[in-house]
Protein backbone atom coordinates (compact mmCIF):
# COMPACT_ATOMS: atom_id res chain seq x y z
CA UNK A 1 0.00 0.00 0.00
CA UNK A 2 1.03 3.42 -1.10
CA UNK A 3 1.22 5.99 1.83
CA UNK A 4 2.35 9.38 2.22
CA UNK A 5 2.31 10.95 5.54
CA UNK A 6 2.94 14.51 6.67
CA UNK A 7 3.95 15.74 10.33
CA UNK A 8 5.38 18.66 11.91
CA UNK A 9 3.20 21.39 11.46
CA UNK A 10 1.55 23.65 14.36
CA UNK A 11 1.20 27.24 15.59
CA UNK A 12 4.25 29.45 15.66
CA UNK A 13 5.39 33.48 15.81
CA UNK A 14 6.19 35.30 13.05
CA UNK A 15 9.75 34.66 12.66
CA UNK A 16 9.91 31.01 14.09
CA UNK A 17 10.86 28.05 12.60
CA UNK A 18 9.46 24.68 12.47
CA UNK A 19 10.52 21.48 10.33
CA UNK A 20 8.06 19.44 8.21
CA UNK A 21 8.67 15.45 7.57
CA UNK A 22 7.05 13.48 5.01
CA UNK A 23 7.30 10.00 5.50
CA UNK A 24 6.86 7.90 2.37
CA UNK A 25 5.85 3.80 2.30
CA UNK A 26 4.93 1.77 -0.32
CA UNK A 27 7.28 3.05 -2.71
CA UNK A 28 10.89 4.81 -2.82
CA UNK A 29 11.79 8.37 -2.85
CA UNK A 30 14.49 8.33 -4.73
CA UNK A 31 12.70 7.06 -7.79
CA UNK A 32 10.02 9.26 -7.65
CA UNK A 33 9.72 13.53 -7.88
CA UNK A 34 8.80 14.59 -4.82
CA UNK A 35 7.03 18.44 -3.75
CA UNK A 36 5.81 20.39 -0.79
CA UNK A 37 2.57 22.18 -1.65
CA UNK A 38 0.44 24.69 0.28
CA UNK A 39 -3.10 25.65 0.58
CA UNK A 40 -4.40 28.61 2.30
CA UNK A 41 -8.23 29.05 2.70
CA UNK A 42 -9.72 30.78 -0.52
CA UNK A 43 -6.43 29.98 -2.85
CA UNK A 44 -5.15 27.89 -4.81
CA UNK A 45 -2.33 25.06 -4.01
CA UNK A 46 1.02 26.05 -5.01
CA UNK A 47 4.65 24.24 -4.99
CA UNK A 48 6.41 25.31 -2.17
CA UNK A 49 9.42 23.16 -2.85
CA UNK A 50 10.21 19.77 -5.74
CA UNK A 51 13.03 17.91 -6.36
CA UNK A 52 11.99 16.83 -9.80
CA UNK A 53 14.74 14.02 -10.63
CA UNK A 54 16.32 11.41 -7.90
CA UNK A 55 19.76 13.25 -7.66
CA UNK A 56 18.16 16.29 -8.01
CA UNK A 57 18.74 19.82 -6.25
CA UNK A 58 15.32 21.31 -4.94
CA UNK A 59 13.90 23.71 -6.50
CA UNK A 60 11.84 26.68 -4.72
CA UNK A 61 8.99 29.65 -5.21
CA UNK A 62 9.72 32.75 -5.21
CA UNK A 63 7.65 33.06 -2.15
CA UNK A 64 9.97 30.97 -0.02
CA UNK A 65 13.53 30.76 -1.26
CA UNK A 66 15.93 31.99 1.29
CA UNK A 67 13.82 30.66 3.67
CA UNK A 68 12.70 27.23 3.35
CA UNK A 69 15.05 24.27 2.78
CA UNK A 70 13.64 20.66 1.46
CA UNK A 71 16.33 17.77 1.98
CA UNK A 72 15.42 13.95 1.48
CA UNK A 73 16.76 11.04 3.53
CA UNK A 74 16.67 8.08 1.36
CA UNK A 75 17.39 5.36 4.15
CA UNK A 76 14.62 6.46 5.91
CA UNK A 77 12.55 7.13 3.27
CA UNK A 78 11.69 10.54 4.55
CA UNK A 79 11.50 14.12 2.72
CA UNK A 80 11.91 17.46 5.09
CA UNK A 81 10.88 20.74 4.23
CA UNK A 82 12.54 23.10 7.10
CA UNK A 83 10.83 26.04 7.24
CA UNK A 84 12.58 29.43 8.84
CA UNK A 85 11.78 33.12 9.49
CA UNK A 86 8.17 32.54 9.05
CA UNK A 87 5.63 34.80 7.84
CA UNK A 88 1.80 34.74 8.46
CA UNK A 89 1.01 34.21 4.84
CA UNK A 90 2.74 31.26 4.97
CA UNK A 91 -0.45 29.91 6.53
CA UNK A 92 -1.81 27.15 4.87
CA UNK A 93 -2.11 23.31 4.87
CA UNK A 94 0.42 22.09 4.19
CA UNK A 95 0.62 19.10 1.95
CA UNK A 96 3.64 15.97 0.43
CA UNK A 97 3.23 14.84 -3.07
CA UNK A 98 4.80 11.94 -4.92
CA UNK A 99 4.78 11.23 -8.91
CA UNK A 100 6.78 9.71 -11.50
CA UNK A 101 5.00 11.80 -14.02
CA UNK A 102 6.38 14.61 -12.73
CA UNK A 103 9.72 13.32 -12.75
CA UNK A 104 12.50 16.03 -15.14
CA UNK A 105 9.74 18.34 -15.13
CA UNK A 106 11.23 21.30 -13.04
CA UNK A 107 7.56 23.23 -12.24
CA UNK A 108 5.40 22.45 -9.42
CA UNK A 109 2.37 20.74 -11.99
CA UNK A 110 -0.05 19.04 -9.16
CA UNK A 111 -1.53 17.25 -11.79
CA UNK A 112 1.84 15.37 -12.05
CA UNK A 113 1.81 14.42 -8.70
CA UNK A 114 -0.19 10.98 -7.73
CA UNK A 115 0.30 10.32 -4.16
CA UNK A 116 -0.89 13.06 -2.18
CA UNK A 117 -0.55 12.98 1.59
CA UNK A 118 -3.66 14.40 4.07
CA UNK A 119 -2.03 17.83 4.96
CA UNK A 120 -0.68 18.87 7.81
CA UNK A 121 -1.75 22.66 9.09
CA UNK A 122 0.73 25.16 9.91
CA UNK A 123 0.00 28.87 10.96
CA UNK A 124 1.97 31.76 11.48
CA UNK A 125 0.82 34.64 13.98
CA UNK A 126 2.33 37.46 13.64
Known amino acids: EVLVEESGGGLVQAGGSLRLSCAAS????????IGWFRQAPGKEREGVSW????????SYSDSVKGRFTMSRDNAKNTVYLQMNDLLPEDTAVYYCAAGQDALGIDRPYTGLYQYWGQGTQVTVSS
Open 26 to 33: GFSVDYYA
Open 51 to 58: ISSPAGRP
